[in-house]
């Protein structure tokens, strides 16, 4: 919507100050050991690395970080169990939220999301409470600067992509979760590096939030982002862009 910022918007914008605080290096690397833990140490036969990998590159992580979390992921060298868990529950105003985690201790997770839903005005909830609302779509973000619309185009109908949208500086190519890696090898063929990529849950609906609620609802979902096992967060939450601009000034 059109002068409106919803939070997979908002998490587009977050990208570079979480690059700059260290955040975005921890996450890509518990993606990629997970990743080959699932799937195994082999790019070419494991689509969930290979996007994890690209993703690495795109945010100029060096090699041996990766070789070393593909090692790890795989057993080749010791590190912790990780589990993938995935929370829901609402922000104030009613926004739904979703929470996915990597974590070697689900009870400390469970105790601290807790906490930081209640803290600010929300409430952590039971498996399937907003899960429903949301679909998952490849996004990936490419900075305008560094692809025409007719090269995006090709890229996106070579890799079966189904949208391919203006959104200010970058374009986003929008596409099944299953030809994620597909839009990640053709935008490296043409050598064109991806400003964010991932697999993002997006809201079939959102509650528009305005004022003080806005502010409230932004802190709880920045609070959520920044605990340290927290791998994403999705929200149906909508804030005018004005708003949203003076809100994180």
């Known amino acids: 919507m059109s002068g409106h910022s919803k939070w997979s918007t908002i998490k587009h914008k977050k990208a570079a100050t979480d690059a700059k605080r260290g955040k975005i290096f921890t996450r890509l690397i518990r993606e990629i050991q997970v990743a080959a833990r699932d799937g195994g140490p082999d790019e070419e036969s494991n689509p969930r690395l290979r996007a994890a990998v690209a993703a690495a590159k795109a945010q100029s992580m060096p090699g041996h970080n990766i070789r070393r979390a593909i090692k790890r992921g795989s057993g080749q060298l010791d590190g912790g169990s990780l589990i993938e868990v995935t929370f829901e529950g609402y922000a104030p105003a009613g926004v739904a939220v979703l929470v996915e985690t990597v974590t070697d201790n689900r009870n400390r997770t469970v105790a601290e999301l807790r906490h930081i ?16 609302m949301f679909k998952k779509r490849s996004l990936v973000a490419v900075d305008k600067r560094n692809a025409s619309e007719d090269d995006m185009m090709d890229i996106a109908l070579m890799a079966g992509a189904e949208d391919l949208r203006d959104d200010g500086e970058q374009w986003v190519v929008d596409s099944a979760p299953e030809d994620h890696g597909a839009v990640l090898e053709a935008l490296a063929e043409a050598q064109i590096e991806p400003l964010t990529a991932g697999v993002q849950r997006i809201p079939e609906t959102t509650v528009p939030v305005r004022g003080k609620q806005a502010g409230t609802v932004l802190r709880v979902l920045e609070k959520l982002e920044d605990q340290d096992d ?18 994180t000034a």
Do not use: R, T
Not at 230 to 247: G, K, P, W
């Open 117 to 132: 839903f209640a803290k600010n005005g929300g409430n952590l909830g039971e498996n399937g409470c907003v899960s429903w």
């Open 230 to 247: 927290v791998q994403n967060v999705f929200s149906n939450v909508e804030i005018d862009e004005e708003e949203f601009a003076a809100l």
